[in-house]
């Protein structure tokens, strides 16, 4: 089996992947190579995300890849990753705040009924989604200072306060968004649609 990262692996990581979490990897390389790949600088010297290429994206099903029986382990989605960053730190952030962030997101704060229901939208990009944790006055601090707040006032939450640097935002269909609940102190995260006024 030939080694898929020759220059940059020296503890021979990728080895540990199974042939059948390789080939949506490979599948993934094609795509960035052949319609990708010559099109990042120009598009970075012009401070532009080339839209054009979600669908090519989309089509590869590498949150579910057919090839990998039952749930990919997580050694396969740190490639996947991996794979899209090697290329340009954008394509990952662009697929992995779907792939990743809003879709553990969904995982973790859903019911199992409504993830059932949510999930296949989400690995289809039918339904697009980012994570809104990051505030203008808190990265690494967080976990400990999130100023956003969430109210229930009768059927309603309101929420309020604002975030910075969210991957993918101005295409997602809905905002995870993370607020403080004033009732408990805890933090909750909440799905708004995008195009709901503020
Ligand atoms: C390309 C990109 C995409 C992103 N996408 C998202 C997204 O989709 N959703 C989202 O919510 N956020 C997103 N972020 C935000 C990201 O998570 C934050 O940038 C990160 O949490 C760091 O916060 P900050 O940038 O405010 O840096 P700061 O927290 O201000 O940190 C600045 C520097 O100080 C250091 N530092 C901080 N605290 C300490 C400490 N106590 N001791 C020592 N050193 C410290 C840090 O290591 C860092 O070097 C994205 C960021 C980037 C760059």
């Known amino acids: 089996m030939s080694e898929l990262y020759p220059d940059c692996d020296p503890y021979g990581t ?3 992947l199974t042939e059948a979490e390789r080939a949506p990897i490979l599948r993934l390389r094609a795509v960035l190579e052949n319609e990708i790949k010559p099109l990042v600088a120009e598009y970075w010297e012009k401070g532009e995300f080339p839209y054009q290429i979600a669908p090519s ?3 590869l099903n590498l ?4 090839e990998i029986d039952g749930a ?5 989605h740190g490639f996947r990753i991996f794979e899209l960053a090697r290329t340009d730190a954008s394509m990952a952030t662009f697929y992995t ?3 990743g962030l809003f879709r553990t997101t969904c995982r973790v704060g ?3 009924e409504q993830f ?4 296949p939208k989400i690995t289809s990009f039918e339904t697009k989604g980012v994570f809104c944790l990051t505030e203008p006055d808190h990265g690494s601090d967080i976990a400990g200072g999130l100023a956003s707040t969430a109210e229930r006032q009768g059927d309603e939450w309101i929420i309020n306060g604002a975030k910075r640097w969210i991957g993918g935002a101005f295409t997602a269909d809905y905002l ?3 607020a403080r609940d004033v009732a408990d102190g805890q933090v909750k995260a909440f799905l708004v649609d995008r195009e709901r006024p503020v």
Do not use: C, H, I, K
């Not at 990919?72 to 396969?76: A, D, F, I, K």
């Not at 059932?116 to 999930?119: M, T, V």
């Open 63 to 66: 949150m579910t890849p057919d």
């Open 72 to 76: 990919p382990r997580s050694l396969y």
């Open 57 to 59: 994206l989309y089509g």
């Open 176 to 178: 995870a968004v993370f």
């Open 110 to 112: 859903a019911s199992p």
């Open 97 to 99: 705040a779907q792939a």
């Open 14 to 16: 990728a080895d540990r």
């Open 116 to 119: 059932a229901e949510l999930d």
